[in-house]
Structure formats: C-alpha cells, structure tokens
C-alpha cells in the first residue's frame, strides 16, 4: 500500500523521543543509518523488513515543519487492548487527545483511537479485522 511516512519535525529530538517509545511499542526498530544522519532525521521499520518505513525528519526546505489540516497517520495494532495502550502512551509521551480509544461508526469492528503528536500531527491507532 505505502513504502513509507514522513513526518516533519521542529524539536526533533523532542519528536524522536516520541515515536521511539510509541513506534518500539508497535514492533519498529529504529534504523541505524536514520534518514541523511541523525541531525536530520531518524527512520524506523520492522526488524528484517524493508517496508513499511517511517520517518521524523527536519524539513528539507528549510521552512518549519507545520501540521496537515485533513493528514492523519494511522497504525494497525493487534488488539483492542494495544489501542488502548498506545494512545496512553501516547498521551503520556506529549500527545494530546483526539478521540479516547472505543468502536467508531465506520464498521461494528472499527475500534480506535485518535491522538496528536507534540507537534500537531494526527494519529489514529485502529485494530479491525484484516481480510
């Protein structure tokens, strides 16, 4: 479906910080290599995997990072009980809440949770069935 996700970053260190302890939780190992060197940005991915990848990175423009009014990144997790997890830690890292955990009218199976990044980003955790 996807290769892989930037997300831009004003306080990298801050935002690193942030999805290292959500993306671990998930199952990503922070890549050795990062994305141009840690000063610019830090890349994660399944161990043994080449894709999906996801990245936190400063802008290669120059200008600030700014959230995407209408983007959101979502994560598939295993559980109901891993949606609730995740979005804790997630609140617990700097995120701000957007939708505690529970079913979302999309389907009966839907259940998720929304959060934003320390920087504005927009996450969903989703655990739905996989056909």
Request: net charge negative; aromatic share 14%; glycine share 12%.
């Amino acid at each position: 479906m996807f290769s892989h996700v930037h997300v831009g970053a004003r306080d990298l260190n801050a935002l690193v910080a942030f999805y290292e302890a959500l993306l671990t939780k998930l199952g990503f190992e922070q890549m050795p290599e990062g994305n141009g060197g840690q000063a610019k940005g830090v890349g994660w991915k399944y161990p043994d995997k080449r894709w999906p990848q996801f990245y936190v990175q400063v802008p290669e423009n120059g200008l600030p990072s700014t959230w995407g009014n209408g983007v959101q990144v979502s994560f598939l997790v295993a559980s109901r009980e891993e949606v609730q997890e995740i979005w804790r830690l997630s609140i617990k890292m700097g995120g701000t809440d957007e939708g505690k955990p529970g079913f979302r009218e999309y389907a009966s199976d839907f259940y998720a949770a929304y959060c934003r990044d320390p920087e504005g980003n927009k996450l969903c955790f989703v655990h739905a069935p996989v056909e």
